[in-house]
């Protein structure tokens, strides 16, 4: 029933930037987590950030400064704007989402508490 859908993601040079969306449907929960999530080849998936029905925010520190979460609630879409990129932002980007009756904070960059997915857009960021 719930579904998840990543768009926006391409191919940019160092420095460049790209805004990456996150369509959500099926919750009827009007308190939720929604964390965007890469992953690159070989590597662990890697919490980037969170975002909580209310507002609260959370970033992993490799991208602090660089990226904003924010969501449209009308639209049900939560966005990732990423400035500043770096070769090492190259990974498939992920959105996931869950209930969360409160902020968890620093878990909600946790990948395994979350349930639902999308499919994933793939940013490359050449040197």
């Known amino acids: 029933q719930v579904q998840l859908v990543e768009s926006g993601g391409g191919s940019v040079e160092t420095g460049g930037s790209l805004r990456l969306a996150c369509a959500a449907s099926?919750?009827?929960?009007?308190?939720?987590?929604i964390g965007w999530f890469r992953q690159a080849p070989g590597k662990e998936r890697e919490g980037v950030a969170s975002i909580y029905t209310t507002g609260p925010t959370r970033y992993a520190d490799s991208v602090q400064g660089r990226f904003t979460i924010s969501q449209d609630n009308a639209k049900n879409t939560v966005y990732l704007q990423m400035n500043s990129l770096k070769p090492e932002d190259t990974a498939m980007y992920y959105c996931?989402?869950?209930?969360?009756?409160?902020?968890?904070?620093?878990?909600?960059?946790?990948?395994?508490?979350?349930?639902?997915w999308g499919q994933g857009t793939q940013v490359t960021v050449s040197s």
């Open positions: 996931a989402a869950r209930r969360c009756p409160i902020w968890p904070g620093a878990r909600s960059l946790l990948a395994s508490t979350y349930a639902d």
């Open positions: 099926g919750y009827t929960s009007t308190s939720n987590c």
